[in-house]
């Protein structure tokens, strides 16, 4: 490992973080590295080690956590090579190194860390028929088998050519090797491989590309050869197609996930801040899922730009993206039946609407469409007959931001409403038209205004009343009747 340089003579200990056994023990070279071989005991692939660093004043560092990986690689696929160079593809990251029959080492060199492709470029040609070994060395040292080869000169390779939209034609192929693009129309432009394998090709502004629409490419060797020096053709299609706009799902910041629809493998998402600069970017996985790590972390509301470019370099629409998890909260904590409740989105996309429902009773409320920070709010009334023995949410719904819950309201009934008597005599005359008789006529109805002060105290008292007047005036018209 390695660690500062002014750390040099101090103790390194690596331990068991499980049982705090020292499994073993070194010091800090001058440059700042170290070496501590042979684990006693050997710990188990994939468990967790501890390193520590101690310096004479017996103070400790905080402990790096490493985890085992004894796993090698898997031996590298090679490609045809007349001996120029060796081509393939290994573990991502990993060194690829290629030896000659006695061991010697030709060349060495980091297979792609995202496709795991090689260009082992020697020195000096090998020989045709000369045979050799390639091995892949992952970063934790672990050695795959050697892939053999033999250096075959009957036909120059083919070189390869990248996808491409025709804006630039791009590849490897034999360093100093001369490249020969034709396109479509018959005109030639030619270029040299670079010592490190690689060549590109830009055609003029004047040449249109059209989807589906074919180059050749040829190379020629540098190097006195028997047979050919020139490769066969290879013939590559134009994608002048962008791919989709990704699908990004709801975000903290931390990170970007989402889904593609993938119709080649290769495609890259680029994520972009407010500002336009690239704070994220991930490699589509062969299902169309794709995770981009932000850094900086993005901040809530933060409006992202997520493009994707296939590998023929076709960029897709932007996919404008705010950041921020789905939110729903409530006015008030409890609310009459009949009242109003007012609820609150917030983080919901550009051009988005959300469904709203008030739980538990499962009924919908008017849907709500984002503002341009992405926040909606409405005003709706209680039911009347909304329960009071359980506790009400609103739930928001929405097509891209998910869904989300407010915290809990009660709803209570409402006050109950004071009555007030009225009772008004009514004149009639007896058959003899001797006696005026008054027959008093109830009313009741709801109490407003000053009225209501009494009116829960007078609605019985008033009924009282009308009782005895009512029984009052049945005596007398007995009586009426009986003179009569």
């Given amino acids: 490992g390695k660690t500062d340089p002014s750390d040099a003579g101090n103790t390194v200990q690596v331990v068991d973080p499980g049982t705090g056994e020292v499994l ?6 001058a440059d700042g590295t170290f070496e501590c071989d042979g684990l006693n005991p050997k710990p188990d692939d994939g468990a967790e080690i501890q390193v520590v660093v101690t310096d004479p004043a017996n103070n400790p560092s905080d402990p790096a956590t490493v985890v085992i990986d004894g796993t090698a690689p898997d031996k590298p696929v090679l490609e045809p090579s007349d001996g120029s160079a060796v081509y393939g593809t290994a573990e991502p990251g990993s060194t690829v190194k290629v030896t000659d029959e006695d061991g010697n080492v030709v060349c060495e060199t980091t297979a792609d860390k995202a496709t795991g492709s090689f260009a082992c470029v020697p020195d000096k040609p090998m020989d045709d028929g000369e045979e050799f070994d390639v091995t892949a060395t992952d970063a934790a040292g672990n050695e795959s088998d050697p892939a053999h080869g033999r250096v075959d000169q009957s036909e120059v390779p083919e070189p390869t050519v990248d996808p491409t939209n025709g804006s630039e034609v791009t590849g490897t192929g034999i360093p100093g090797a001369k490249v020969t693009v034709t396109l479509p129309d018959g005109s030639e432009y030619e270029t040299t491989v670079d010592p490190d394998g690689k060549w590109s090709v830009t055609p003029p502004d ?8 074919e180059v050749e490419v040829t190379q020629e060797v540098p190097f006195n050869r028997d047979g050919d020096k020139t490769s066969k053709p290879v013939v590559v299609p134009l994608d002048t197609v962008a791919p989709p706009a990704p699908s990004p799902a709801p975000s903290d910041g931390a990170t970007l996930s989402g889904t593609e629809k993938v119709d080649e493998a290769g495609d890259m ?32 509301g933060d409006q992202l730009s997520i493009t994707v470019t296939d590998p023929a370099g076709n960029v897709s629409a932007a996919k404008k993206w705010r950041v921020g998890l789905l939110k729903v909260t409530v006015g008030s904590t409890s609310v009459v039946a009949g009242g109003q409740q007012t609820v609150q ?11 709203l429902t008030l739980m538990p009773d499962g009924v919908k409320l008017e849907p709500v469409a984002g503002d341009a920070n992405g926040s909606a709010t409405l005003k709706f009334t209680v039911r009347t007959d909304a329960s009071t023995t359980v506790q009400h949410l609103v739930q928001a719904v929405g097509p891209l931001s998910g869904t989300a819950n407010s915290g809990y309201f009660t709803v209570t009934a409402p006050a109950p409403v004071p009555y007030q008597v009225q009772v008004t005599p009514t004149v009639t005359t007896t058959a003899a038209a001797r006696h005026v008789v008054q027959t008093p006529t109830v009313a009741v109805h709801p109490a407003t205004g000053a009225e209501g002060l009494m009116g829960a105290v007078g609605a019985g008292l008033g009924l009282l009343l009308a ?3 009512l029984l009052l005036a049945a005596r007398r018209r007995r009586r009426d009747e009986q003179e009569v």
């Fill in 269 to 300: 998402v680029t994520v972009k801040d407010p500002n336009g600069a690239v704070i994220g970017t991930a490699l589509v996985d062969p299902d169309g899922s794709w995770t981009a790590a932000l850094a900086p972390h993005a901040k809530e």
């Fill in 24 to 29: 073993c023990e070194t010091t800090v070279k």
């Fill in 467 to 469: 009782g005895l007047l």
């Fill in 206 to 213: 004047t040449y249109v590309p059209k989807d589906g629409d």
């Fill in 345 to 355: 989105v917030e983080n919901l996309q550009p051009g988005e609407a959300a469904t």
